[in-house]
Every structure is written in C-alpha cells, then in structure tokens.
C-alpha cells in the first residue's frame, strides 16, 4: 500500500482515466473473432452447429448488405450477437451475462456486430435533379377549374402527409380521432359534408393523411399490447407494441365515406410520402428479445398481407431496430399491390425522398466494444509519448511481447507506471501529470468529433414502387432536419453541425459534404463554417446552398454547389435568426425567424417573428430586399418548427400566411398587485411579397383574441394551416375553425364553418368489423 500512496490526487486522476485500457485491450486475445457465415454459426436450417458460446465479431469495412434466409437464421444471428456480448463481459468483469450492468457502468448503448454476408446487394440508380419547393397542382376531377395550393413540400413531385389537405373543392381536417370533410368552394356555399369518428383506441389520435383523388390514406400509431410467451415458459407475457395504420378510405361521395383497406403495420409512424399513385410508409419497431425477436409484419383483420424480407448491414448498428418501409398502389387500390422491407438498423430519426430514392438518416451511436479499442489507442497515443523514454521503451517492450499473457500485460505496464512516478520529484510528476490530463483532453475532444456522425442510407424505388437498397454512407456531425439533405443528379448534398467539448477546449460550427450517390462516398467538403455558432436553417436550392448560423447576429451564407468542392461565395450580418429557408425565385430566398436585440447582459433576447427576403443576385454580396417583424417577446409561429405550416405563392394569387401568436411577455399587474395571466392572440399574417417592395401586410385573420390561454405556456404555437382555391385564403385552427378570405380585396371576411364538437352523431366508415383492434 506504501508504494500507492506517492500518486497523491493527480496520480489517482490519471489512474482512473487509464486503469482499465490495457485490460480492455487484452480480451482480444482470449476470444476469437468468427462470422455467421462460419460452420460454428448456423446450418442450413439456421440453427446453431459446432461447439462452444458463438464469438465476438470484428469491425470490417464492406457497406454490403444480405438478407436473412429464415426466421431461425435471425434468431441464430441475434443468440450470437448476445452471446458475444456475454462473453465479452465475462472475460471483462468476471461475471457471466453482466454486459447490461457494463453497459449502464460505461453509459454504451447495446452492440456491434461485423456478419459475413451470404450475399451482397449491388447497383444503384440516378436520378434528375429536382428543385425544392411547391408545386401548385390542378385536380381534375374537382368540380372547378381553379388553381389550388398543397401542402409546403420540399421536393416537387414528392407529396408530404399533413393533417390538413385539399382538391380545390373540399377540405379534410383531422382532429383527434375525427375526419372532417367540408364543401368550402365557393365560399358562399361552404357547409359540412360528412364528420366520420374513426374507432381508434381512447387516448389515441390521427396523425397525418395523404390525398389521392378520391382516396384518402389516413396515418396514426396505435399503441396496443401483444403478447409472448418467454422461453420456457407456458404463459404468454404483455408487451407494448405499437402498430402504424393506414387506413384507406373512398371519399368519391362525400357524404360517405367507405373503408377500403386497413392496413396495420408493425411499429410505430415514422413518416410518409407520395409519389405519383404510390405511398411510402417509414415505420420503427424494438426488436424486444434477442432470442424472440417480434419481427414487423403487415395484417389486415386476421390475414397476414406481407411479412418484409428483413436485411442487416456488414457495417455495425451499435442498436438494434427494425425499420420497414412499404410501399402501396393506390392505383389499385382494391388489389393488395403491397411491396415492403424490413432493414435491421438503428431507428429511423430523419427522411429526405426524392422521385428516385428515399434517405434514412440517423445518429450513429458508438458500438459496445468502442471502449476497448479507443482506450488503448488513447492511453498509447496520449499517455505514453510524454512518459520518459525508458518508462516509453518498457512499456512497448512489455505490449509487443507475445509470450506474456494479454491477462497480465496492463499488471506490468502499471507497474511501470508506479515506479516511474515513484522516481519522480513532485514538482515534476505535477507537470506531467498536467500534460497528460491536456493531452488526454485534446485526444478527447477529437475522437468526439470522429465519433459524432450522421449515417445516410440510400433506398432506390423502382418505376413499380420497389423498393431497392443501394448503398449506405457516413458524415461527420449531426443534421438540423430534413432541410439539411439534397439530391442533385448523381450527388446528394449534406449540411451538419459539429459539437464538441473537453475541460481545456470546444468546438462549434458547420460543414456541408458532397456525397457520389451511387455509393454514398463522399467526393467534396467544406468545413469549419462560422465557428462558435450554431447552424439554424438550411436549404438546398439547385446549385446553391443557403445557410443560416446565429450567435448574436444572422450570418446568411451562400455556398456554391455547382463543383464538387463547396465554397462560400457570400454572406450577409444581420441581428435575429432565420429557422426556415423557403426559395422565391432563382435570385431570391425568403426567411423567416426571430428578431433580436442585446439584453444587455452579453447575450440577445427575442423581439418578435421576422420575414426578410434576401436578394442573392449578386451572390458574393446578398443583401436585403425587404423584412417585416411581427412585434412582441412571446410571438410565435409554427413555420419556425413545421414548415407545413406556410403557404406561399408568388403568382396569383401573390400570398404568403402564417400561422402566428401572440401575448405580452411582459409581466402584468393588477393594482391591488395580482398576477394577470397574458392574453393570448391566435391567427394568421397574410403577406404579398415581391423583388420591388418587399415584404408587404395585406391584413391579418384572427381566430381568437382577448384570452387568457395557460395553455400556451405549454403548448406554443397554434397547430394550423391555410390554403387558397382561387383567389380565396382558407385558414383553419385544428379540430374548430375555417375562415375564407378574399386575398385581393383586402382579405375581405367570406364567411366561415365551424368545424369543431357539435355533439351530433357521428357516423363511422364501414365496415367497421373489418378494421384490427
């Protein structure tokens, strides 16, 4: 004990940070690494053969993907990802099956396997670039000629679900667990067609839906129990397991509204789009049980419809969980023309969808055994190089040496840590203890940018709706949201923010990638934009990227995407923020945020919702062709979180709404000294714009004022949405009011419809018996 006591405090630091590296490092030589595809993994019936625990397997760099054979062949597969798991817990701690202890002890999160596919994937596809924003469509089967809005997508041709949408003569809200379907063209008409509860479970709500002509697919989660039955046990066991519901409905009459498919889907809603007569789901479920995996499945009533092939990646998914996209031919609707597949992977957080591909982006998570490498690498690369040189030379004397046990090696190399300290004065055993807590933190805080990475996975769909995996790849950092991914030709474009800290330095700022997208490689960059601010709105406009960070002012970026290499071509400083990018024309971007003013204090405060539109003519000087703020400390809007929530149209009609809050951030008082709650405004700002004058106030349509709303305190912004058919401005607050407007006389009042509880009966789609519960 004597001879510990000369570490003192530093010493027990640097102990702690390094104690277990080699330790670590020496389990590699007491477990083989082996494949599936290996005799001792599975037979031809996908049960375990050959003796012993199956093996740890190792990191590769293939990004091939193979899909599994048989349900048993998963099972196998996961029974070896978990033994492996065991066994690496046991040659670290001792304790048979403590990997989930170890995992808490470290704060990692499940494992990381490396198969040997039975075959791989190969190809891929190319696409036209498209230019982001919306498209005004004309529906032919309406019952007029006029010139509707849809819903804000981000990709032309490429339909976005919502809880709001039209076909240029009526509207379908949800609200709860209730459709909505309104006659509100012409204004003067506007009634209540039909108001269908749909039976979902108490507590439960529609989520989104899509239109196709005359069929509407309604989206929402169901959040019921299975069951199982544990091994070996003889009585089946409650899990929760959601399930996604597409329910498609024929709205060819109005009035009522018939079922044509429920569809119910494993997992829960992740998101949707349409293309053409084809709409793609994107659902996540839990695996639940390595050795009882639920494996996701489509069901409607009691009929199984499809059970997805299910894939797995040679690249590592530190957590497991199965996301199934499905495709569905509307077209065809009474047949079940269904393609789907399951990609066992990390959950799905972010999707981008193109006419050609659907991208599923996440967060990548550091597999399990990520410790044991990177704390050897770290303890050799940042710890031994400041040791004197003969503690340096015994120390990889004692690592290379072959004939010593891996057991043993860390007991020698500590050893020879004590006795170098050992012969130390304390003012020099204090320095270096200094640089090495330095170098450590250096070390630290670079492999945390190394680990931080955003993974892309490219999933091709086929001129019938297949859906076809291509190709997987990597970038450093974390995406904003789906504005933060682009396909162009055969490039796909990537803005991230890297974010990083360490007890003696941090690191803030923005890159864009450029990816080849056959393969997911990337093939240009640009990094280190704006350092010390964080990235709050992107948008990818054909060659151009536009991009806002904010600290205290809002640096708008132009960066050119025409070459491989990314590079800025301008900037504009302007105080307050931009969360939303909305293309105006080829020479104009519109944006919308907050403004801000200095507190006072070093920091900023917000001073209301802004628009600006900036003028990027000149592209290595953008300037400011007009703004307007909405004043007030507590404004709000929707559009700076959803951007579904604008409209916007340049041609005619020339409109641009948003849905907008207000109180008084102020603290009010009664004279007697109470407390007044603030009232809360609700309803929408309607907008012209143009190059010449700007942005320009056409009026405001009010749903509600002089309230005082608590809820608002909890709830933010209003959920609404507006549309125009015609030269008439539709603007409706979820689940109680449309209001109709006439955008060229001064939003002249048209009337409106209540659409909220009447306490009327309500009738249901039938069949009702052929809907799951």
Known sequence: MARYSMYGM??????????????LGSIGGNIAAKGPG???????????????????????????????SSLDELRAFLAN???????????????????????????VTDSDVRPTPPSTLEGGTTSAPSMSGK???????????NVFSSTNNQVAGVDEPDFVKNDGKYAYVLSGDKLTISDVYPPE?????????????????????????????VFYTEYAQDYVIPQYEFAPQPISAPKTHALLLDVSDRANPKTVHDYVVSGSYDDARMIGDRVYLVTTSDLYSYRQPLVPKITESSRTVVAPDIY???????????????????????????????????????????????????????????????????????????????????????????????????????????????GMGESEKKQLFEKIQKSLADYDSQAQKDATKTVIHRIAIGPNGEIDYKARGEVPGRLLNQFSMDESGNRFRVATTVEYYSPYAQGLYSNVYVLDKEDMQTVGKLEKIQPGETMYSTRFIGDRLYLVTFQRVDPFFVIDLSQDTPKVLGALKLPGYSTYLHPYDEDHVIGIGKDTKDNGYGGVVPTGVKLALFDVSDVANPKLAGEYTIPGQGTDSEVLFEHKALLFSKEKPNVLSIPVTKYDAENQYAPDGRYIPPKVWRGFYVFGTSPDSGIMLKGTVEHSSNVTDSYYYYGGAQVSRSFYIGNVLYTVSAGNLIKMNDINNNLADLGQLQIGSTGDVIKYPVPLDAQPK
């Open 38 to 68: 290996s005799p001792a993994f599975m037979g031809g019936n996908g049960t375990t053969t050959g003796g012993g625990a199956p093996a740890v397997l190792t990191m590769a760099s293939s990004q091939n993907i193979a899909k599994f």
């Open 189 to 217: 008409n506007a009634t209540i067609v039909s108001k269908i509860g749909l039976d979902i479970k108490g507590g439960q709500y529609l989520q989104e839906m899509i239109l196709n002509n005359d069929t509407l697919v």
């Open 312 to 422: 797995y990646f040679q690249n590592p998914e530190p957590y497991y969980n199965f996301n199934t996209v499905t495709s569905i031919d509307l077209a065809n609707k009474d047949d079940d023309i269904i393609d789907s597949k399951t990609f066992m992977m990390n959950p799905s957080s972010t999707l981008y969808v193109s006419q050609d591909n659907i991208y599923i982006a996440y967060q990548k998570y550091l597999p399990y055994n990520y410790y044991e490498q990177s704390s050897r690498d770290r303890f050799f690369a940042a710890v031994v190089p400041l040791l004197p040189q003969d503690a340096q030379d015994k120390i990889k004397a004692v690592d290379s040496d072959v004939s010593i046990p891996a057991s043993d090696k860390w007991d020698r190399i500590a050893t020879i840590l004590e006795d170098t300290y050992n």
């Open 81 to 107: 990802v978990e033994a492996g798991r065991n066994a690496f817990s046991t040659a670290l701690t001792g304790i048979p099956g403590s990997f989930e202890a170890y995992q808490v002890r470290l704060g």
């Open 135 to 145: 498209a005004l469509t004309t529906n032919e089967n309406s019952q007029n000629a």
């Open 10 to 23: 530093a010493g027990i630091g640097i102990a702690a940070a390094i104690g277990f590296v080699l330790i």
